[in-house]
């Protein structure tokens, strides 16, 4: 990565200065109401919410799963992860681009719809097939969810309110991370206690209600969002990535699924291609060890669903709550001292991360192990903050939300193939289910270090970009 910042091509200039002029211009229109406002925000943290919850309760239903099913732990790392992206691969983006054509509310609302009938089919599943089948939908569901929603709360709230909003939305995650896991552990283990049940002529394991009363659920999530206002689009003065009316139709195509979105990650490669390679490295340890760590207490310390969710959900919602907060004050410390701050933080943070998540299958008891584990989630939320920042710093004004699309499939892509990797790993290579340990220690030991590495060797070109921003910005300002 040596050298000086690539040249940027004059039309990457022209959508960054439109951009600006737009900003200025948009500060001065009437917003929706208060009301209007909060009550799709939300619609929109109920949704995330749920997205979360199922994944997290279905993490915790991993050890069943495996048992009633007879999988193998190939077989269920599959169907934790790559299951549930296999349509996210054919149609993720351009799904992600009906955000910007149709209206937002709608948008979400058929996500959430779709979410919901595959959260209620997954319960009714009768083999492994149809397992893979009915959650293989789910993130074509959900992958047009995180576009529209910032998209929607940005023409919802004013800039000065905007920042309010985006951390409110981080409830859905936390909310639905750490509910999935205390509640979520209660409710498997009481759901333990029922025998088989029918309906509707099909056998219903007892735990398969969970995910049944979560299709239920997301209805009622998809109808409030259906509720919710659709805001006037904010627009730019000048749409310097706009088409010319005479372009073919196979040109449109290319641009519906993020031909030229793509055209700029190449543009800076340099400074993209660090930044996308440690996300998705980090990504497939992070997934891997959340859809195994209940498989692994259940195996290396012989605790129940109920136990881990008790002991598990305090520490992850102190460590969610600190990470938020740890990640914005370490970045703004260091962005005192770095122009390279937003980088520079996310690989001393990746560095943290990778030494609690080779500790934490290490420890003795059960609590001290979840309690490092919490720490390396902590760390890992904080990184998360500087990495969507220095995103969001470089990405041309004019496709940020394509940018940001493509950024966020890398992290959904390989973040999903977590499982089945942890799940080969300790299949073939340790070959005892009992050693699950090991295999989340190696898996970590194998490509954290190496996310790390290429995180560090993002930090020159990142601040060489921003010094060439700074410097557009400038003579900016100075013409005006």
């Known amino acids: 990565m040596a050298g000086g910042a690539a040249p940027v091509a004059p039309e990457f200039v022209a959508q960054e200065m439109t951009a600006e002029q737009g900003i200025e211009a948009g500060d001065a229109r009437r917003w929706p109401s208060s009301g209007a406002a909060y009550f799709a925000l939300f619609a929109i943290i109920l949704a995330t919410f749920l997205n979360f919850f199922d994944q997290t309760v279905f993490g915790m239903l991993a050890q069943r799963i495996k048992i009633d099913f007879q999988l193998t732990d190939e077989q269920l790392g599959f169907l934790g992860g790559p299951a549930t992206i296999i349509f996210y691969v054919l149609v993720g983006i351009p799904l992600a681009r009906l955000a910007d054509i149709f209206p937002r509310k709608f948008v979400l609302a058929g996500g959430m719809t779709a979410i919901s009938a595959v959260m209620a089919l997954g319960g009714m599943a009768q083999t492994f097939t149809q ?24 023409d919802h709230f004013p800039p000065k309110k905007i920042t309010r909003a985006f951390a409110l939305l981080q409830l859905g995650f936390i909310g639905g991370t750490t509910v999935g896991v205390g509640l979520g552990g209660k409710l498997v283990v009481m759901l333990g206690a029922w025998p088989k049940g029918h309906f509707l002529g099909l056998t219903i394991y007892s735990w398969q209600w969970l995910l049944i009363w979560e299709g239920i659920a997301g209805v009622f999530a ?13 627009k730019v003065l000048v749409t310097a990535a706009e088409l010319p009316g005479d372009a073919g139709l196979g040109r449109r195509l290319l641009t519906f699924t993020g031909f030229d979105a793509l055209k700029a990650i190449g543009a800076r490669r340099k400074v993209y291609g660090p930044l996308f390679i ?18 692994f207490m259940i195996r290396s310390y012989h605790w129940d669903e109920a136990r881990i969710g008790a002991v598990m959900a305090p520490m992850l919602l102190a460590a969610s709550l600190l990470g938020v907060f ?23 943070l990746f560095a943290c991360t990778t030494v609690c998540a080779i500790c934490s299958p290490l420890m003795p008891t059960g609590e001290s192990s979840l309690a490092v584990m919490a720490l390396g989630g902590m760390f890992g939320l904080a990184g998360a903050v500087p990495q969507n920042a220095a995103i969001q710093r470089v990405a041309p004004n004019e496709m940020r939300g394509q940018v940001t699309a493509f950024y966020l499939f890398m992290f959904t892509f390989f973040g999903a193939m977590g499982s089945f990797v942890v799940g080969t790993v300790a299949q073939r290579i340790v070959g005892n289910e009992a050693d699950l340990w090991k295999a989340l220690v190696i898996v970590a030991v194998a490509l954290l270090p190496l996310a790390t590495f290429f995180m560090w060797r993002g930090i020159k070109p990142y601040r060489e970009e921003v010094e060439r921003l700074e410097a557009i910005e400038a003579g900016m300002r100075a013409a005006r």
């Open 131 to 154: 397992f893979v089948g009915s959650r293989m939908f789910l993130g074509a569901g959900g992958s047009a969810h995180a576009p529209a929603a910032y998209s929607m709360l940005a």
């Open 222 to 234: 998809a109808t409030l969002l259906m509720l919710a206002v659709e805001p006037p689009r904010h």
């Open 278 to 295: 440690g996300l998705a490295l980090s990504a497939i340890d992070t997934f891997g060890l959340m859809f195994w760590r209940v498989p």
């Open 326 to 348: 740890l990640g914005g004050v370490f970045v703004e410390w260091l962005a005192k001292r770095y122009k390279d701050a937003n980088v520079r933080a996310a690989t001393i």
